[in-house]
Structures are given as C-alpha cells and as structure tokens.
C-alpha cells in the first residue's frame, strides 16, 4: 500500500506498505513557511492519521532547502493581524490542531534538513524524535522582531533544552547548528543530508514492528510527566497496562516467548539486520 492523499496545497501525504505516513512540506519557494495552507495541510493529515490502524509511526519532513522558515512575515504587516483580540484568536485556533500533534496517537519523528525557524522550530519540538542532517540550524527567531514565541515554544523547548538554555536561546533568538543543538540534548541523532531520510525511515520502520496501542498511551503518559505527580501518574500507568495488557499484541509476543520463537519486536535485533553499529 502506498496511498498518496489528493487535496493538499502546500504539502504531500503518503502512507507505505510499512505503515509509515509521510507528511513533507512542499513550498521550498517560501522555504516552506507555516501558510494558512500549510496549517491546513497538517490539519487534513492529522485527521488522516489520528486513529488510523494503517497508521503506526508518523514522519514529517520538508523539500528544499529549509525544514521550514516559520510564520509567514510578509502577511505580518495586515493591519487586523496587529488587532490583540484577532492575534489571540488566531492562535488559539492554531492549538486546536497544533496539540493533536503533539499528543498524535503514534510515534512522530521529525527529519530536519536546513533551518528550522520559529514556527519551523515549534514544528520540529512537537517530535518525539528530532533527526537532523549535519547542515541544519535552529532558531526561536521571535524576539528578532519583538514577538515572543508561540506554538507551545514555551511549552516544548524548556522539556527539551532545560530551563536556563531555553531561557538564553529565547531571549537572543540566536540561530544553533546541529551540532550545538545535539549537545543541549534537542536531537535524537545526527546525519549526513543524503542520510537523513534514508535514517528517517529506518528508524519509522523498526518502530513500526512494535504494538502502536502501547507506544500511544505510553506517549500520552509521558507527556503529563512533567506536570503531574507521583500518584497521578500510577494511576495513568494502572490504567494504560489495564488496557494493553489486553491486546492482541501483547498475548502473541507472551506466546512467542513462552515458546522460545523469534519475537515480534526486538529492537537490538532489528538494528544488527539493519547493518546498524553498536
């Protein structure tokens, strides 16, 4: 199955044999900012994907060169744009769809070639996994023009920097090379530009193999961990192993095991067939 979704304007879709959906940003003209049509293609993914069985992991990735640019500054100078009430609708609206990203009901992996500004840089923090070729730069360029950032910025880059990397890259809105990003703990690996897609995949497809049900609800825990306490989050935990306990996945891989066969999913054993190095 390689099913490629008619509709989108500034973006493609696909989803392969694997059950790996492909979102790409597809406007390199504009480096691929964050359009009202843009917005509009990740919506019409996202409800494409969200609970979809045919769906196991999700990459978003971007053609030309940058991941993406961010907001579209040109559109910045309309005077209802600079309304208080319509900034705050505006982006309210943003987080209706913006929040399904984050807590997508599989895993998502970011493959970041280029810049990744503002709205680029929220984009890519919504992954679980940031993978970057060796090329890419980040920035949370808000404050280069007086805004502050947005699209859960606040939210993402503290979890993922710390508070008081988060606190400088905000307040300079410098750009970081990968490198740099990596050694804050933002990237999940670095590659080589031609290496990027192909580690992308690899990574998609092995995770793939594992039970969607329970990276799920083991995502939608984790991302209250930070905000919630310890009995909370026993009973987040009592109830997800409740549920996945159940599942079909689970009682094929405990047959597998008690009768000594391959099992289902080994990622040791998927990264040596891969050619993968220790």
């Given at each position: 199955m390689n099913i490629v979704s008619d509709g989108y304007t500034d973006a493609t879709f696909s989803i392969d044999d694997n059950g790996v959906a492909l979102f790409t940003m597809n406007r390199p003209d504009i480096l691929n900012a964050l359009t009202d049509e843009m917005k509009a293609d990740f919506v019409r993914m996202l409800d494409t994907v969200q609970g979809n069985e045919d769906v196991k992991v999700l990459i978003v990735a971007a053609n030309g060169r940058a991941f993406s640019a961010g907001g579209n500054v040109k559109a910045m100078g309309e005077p209802t744009r600079s309304v208080p009430v319509n900034t705050r609708t505006r982006l309210l609206k943003l987080h209706d769809w913006f929040e399904r990203l984050h807590n997508l009901d599989?895993?998502?992996?970011?493959?970041?070639?280029?810049?990744?500004?503002?709205?680029?840089?929220?984009?890519?923090?919504?992954?679980?996994?940031?993978?970057?070729?060796?090329?890419?730069?980040?920035?949370?360029?808000?404050?280069?023009?007086?805004?502050?950032?947005?699209?859960?910025?606040?939210?993402?880059?503290?979890?993922?920097?710390?508070?008081?990397?988060?606190?400088?890259?905000?307040?300079?809105?410098?750009?970081?090379?990968?490198?740099?990003?990596?050694?804050?703990?933002?990237?999940?690996?670095?590659?080589?530009?031609?290496?990027?897609?192909?580690?992308?995949?690899?990574?998609?497809?092995?995770?793939?193999?594992?039970?969607?049900?329970?990276?799920?609800?083991?995502?939608?825990?984790?991302?209250?961990?930070?905000?919630?306490?310890?009995?909370?989050?026993?009973?987040?935990?009592?109830?997800?192993?409740?549920?996945?306990?159940?599942?079909?996945?689970?009682?094929?891989?405990?047959?597998?095991?008690?009768?000594?066969?391959?099992?289902?999913?080994?990622?040791?054993a998927m990264e040596k067939a891969d050619g993968v190095k220790e």
């Open positions: 599989c895993p998502v992996i970011a493959a970041v070639d280029g810049m990744a500004f503002g709205g680029g840089f929220a984009v890519a923090l919504q992954a679980d996994f940031i993978l970057a070729s060796d090329r890419a730069k980040f920035c949370a360029v808000f404050g280069r023009i007086g805004l502050v950032p947005d699209m859960a910025v606040f939210y993402t880059l503290p979890r993922a920097v710390g508070m008081q990397n988060a606190k400088e890259l905000m307040y300079t809105a410098r750009s970081i090379t990968a490198q740099e990003a990596d050694a804050m703990g933002l990237l999940f690996s670095i590659h080589q530009a031609d290496d990027l897609m192909p580690a992308a995949h690899a990574m998609a497809a092995r995770l793939a193999k594992g039970s969607k049900h329970a990276m799920g609800v083991t995502k939608k825990i984790v991302n209250r961990s930070f905000q919630s306490d310890y009995a909370t989050m026993a009973e987040m935990e009592a109830d997800a192993q409740a549920i996945v306990v159940a599942t079909d996945f689970h009682q094929e891989a405990v047959r597998r095991f008690q009768n000594k066969e391959t099992p289902m999913y080994n990622w040791d």
